[in-house]
């Protein structure tokens, strides 16, 4: 499965299959959750939320790619994203994009 942030592929036509999203919620257990509220104390990079949104980015793009899969699609072009936080040491990330099929 090919997937770009782009809206076409160069060398590629293709026929657009439709809308295909993915999303995630996803948080950390009690323990980072609470080393990362330290890290305000003091500032710096809040290295559990980071890992927290790559995880939760990287399961949003698996689930869009299965539901494109699905449809028979052979990429997803012009992917986007979104984030929220849900709760304290939680967040959502949708990953959207158009499914499409070469020809």
Request: net charge negative; with cysteine; glycine share 10%.
């Amino acid at each position: 499965m090919m997937l770009t942030n782009t809206e076409n592929i160069p060398g590629k036509n293709y026929e657009i299959i439709g809308l295909v999203t993915g999303s995630s919620v996803y948080c950390k257990h009690f323990g980072k959750d609470l080393g990362a509220s330290f890290k305000n104390l003091v500032g710096g990079e809040m290295k559990a939320y980071q890992e927290l949104l790559d995880q939760s980015q990287q399961i949003a793009v698996n689930y869009m790619s299965e539901k494109a899969a699905q449809l028979g699609a052979d990429a997803v072009v012009n992917i986007r994203f979104s984030s929220a936080n849900i709760t304290e040491g939680g967040a959502e990330v949708l990953a959207s994009g158009t499914a499409v099929r070469f020809v």
